[in-house]
Every structure is written in structure tokens, then in C-alpha cells.
């Protein structure tokens, strides 16, 4: 089995800053991509910002130029830096690995999830 545990969610003024972080554990041989997805009340679930094992990363029009994602392999944890935040990032917001386990079946595996206020 595989576990991915999110951390860093939280209630922010607009304008501020928030840092996200997904850790994975368990079975795992190797990871694939690493992303971050959203889900606002109401709304479909959306891509955020994903980054593959190697080459460029990948981000929502919505998020560039405020949002960074960043990786540690050897930890299997991803992080999501979030600046400039406004009230329409609001949301749950979802790590989701692609994963090959050691018995070397691959499939993609979510967090639970980590709740983003951004309200003054």
C-alpha cells in the first residue's frame, strides 16, 4: 500500500502565503509524476501544478507566475508554494503521485486532501 500525507493547508488573508507539502510512504519503487490538484465548492476537481521525475513542470493558467512546485526524490514529498493567494484559490487541495509500487504495478495515488482558505 501507499500512503500520501498532506500538510500546510490553512486560513490566509488575501495576498498572503501558504506552503503545502505531500509526503508518500509505503510500497513504493518509484514515482513517477508528482502534482497538486484542486477542488472548489461547487466545482470540478482541476489541475494545479504537476511536476514529472525529471523534465519541466506544469502549471493551470490561473496559478503561474504565483505558484511554484518543487520535489525531493529521495524523500518521494512534493511541495507546493503559494503565493500573492486570492479568495478564488479557495479550495481543497489534493497531492496525487503516480506510482509504481515494488511489485511493480503502477497506478496514481491521492491524498486526503488539505483545506485552503484565503478570506480576510
Known amino acids: 500500500q501507499v500512503q500520501l500525507v498532506e500538510s500546510g493547508g490553512g486560513l490566509v488573508q488575501p495576498g498572503g502565503s501558504l506552503r503545502l507539502s505531500c509526503a508518500a510512504s509505503?510500497?513504493?519503487?518509484?514515482?513517477?509524476?508528482m502534482g497538486w490538484y484542486r477542488q472548489a465548492p461547487g466545482k470540478q476537481r482541476e489541475l494545479v501544478a504537476v511536476?514529472?521525475?525529471?523534465?519541466?513542470?506544469n502549471y493551470a493558467d490561473a496559478v503561474k507566475g504565483r505558484f511554484t512546485i518543487s520535489r525531493d526524490i529521495d524523500k518521494n514529498t512534493v511541495y507546493l508554494e503559494m503565493l500573492s493567494l486570492k479568495p478564488e484559490d479557495t479550495a481543497v487541495y489534493y497531492c496525487?503521485?503516480?506510482?509504481?509500487?515494488?511489485?511493480?504495478?503502477?497506478?496514481?495515488?491521492w491524498g486526503q486532501g488539505t483545506q485552503v482558505t484565503v478570506s480576510s
Open positions: 496525487n503521485a503516480a506510482v509504481v509500487t515494488t511489485t511493480l504495478f503502477s497506478r496514481d495515488y
Open positions: 509505503g510500497s513504493i519503487f518509484r514515482i513517477n509524476a
Open positions: 511536476t514529472p521525475r525529471s523534465g519541466s513542470t
